[in-house]
């Protein structure tokens, strides 16, 4: 969300951690398959930041009408992972713990929006910060905080990649081409 962070009071976070961890990816894309299927949209992947959105439908609802607390934890685990992933050069990642509060209800026909940060980018474990923000409608900017989230996650760093590793790093990578 570049030019329109949810928070922009935050400081910047660290760069990249390894190489080819740069690229960016901007604008739509389908880079988790759990969250395309619920409507999620990622809108910025980076080594830096991974951001999206999420319509809330009758499928993300719980059945009093608001956001279930289930979706915003994939979402804070899952932008995490993109992010992670980028960051340690396209490696194998493992989210290992998840804190995630919430604290206001985003409702039925509401928009969210999800920005991921890294707090520390190790070798072997690196941290993330996600916040989920619902939309103002007429404007789409970030109004209330929804849910805040720390991830926790492994690079794992043995040689042996399962063949649908390469194929996920060409999918993200001919995203951050754009």
Not at 16 to 36: I, N
Not at 60 to 84: D, I, K, M, R
Not at 135 to 157: F, H, N
Request: charge should be positive; include cysteine; glycine fraction near 8%.
């Amino acid at each position: 969300m570049a030019g329109d962070d949810c928070d922009s009071s935050k400081p910047k976070p660290p760069p990249p951690a390894a190489e080819g961890a740069g690229e960016v990816v901007e604008g739509p894309v389908a880079a988790d398959k759990a969250l395309h299927a619920l409507g999620f949209e990622f809108t910025r992947i980076g080594a830096r930041e991974v951001a999206g959105r999420l319509p809330v439908t009758d499928t993300c609802c719980q059945p009093f009408g608001v956001l279930n607390g289930g979706v915003s934890a994939l979402v804070a685990e899952s932008t995490a992972s993109v992010g992670a992933f980028m960051a340690s050069g396209y490696r194998r990642v493992a989210g290992v713990q998840l804190s995630i509060n919430h604290l206001r209800p985003a409702r039925l026909g509401d928009v969210v929006r999800a920005q991921a940060v890294p707090v520390q980018l190790g070798r072997s474990i690196q941290v993330w910060e996600v916040q989920i923000w619902r939309a103002d409608p007429s404007t789409g900017e970030c109004r209330d905080l929804v849910s805040t989230a720390r991830v926790t996650m492994l690079i794992i760093t043995n040689p042996s990649k399962p063949e649908e590793m390469s194929t996920h790093k060409a999918s993200i990578k001919k995203y951050a081409k754009l």
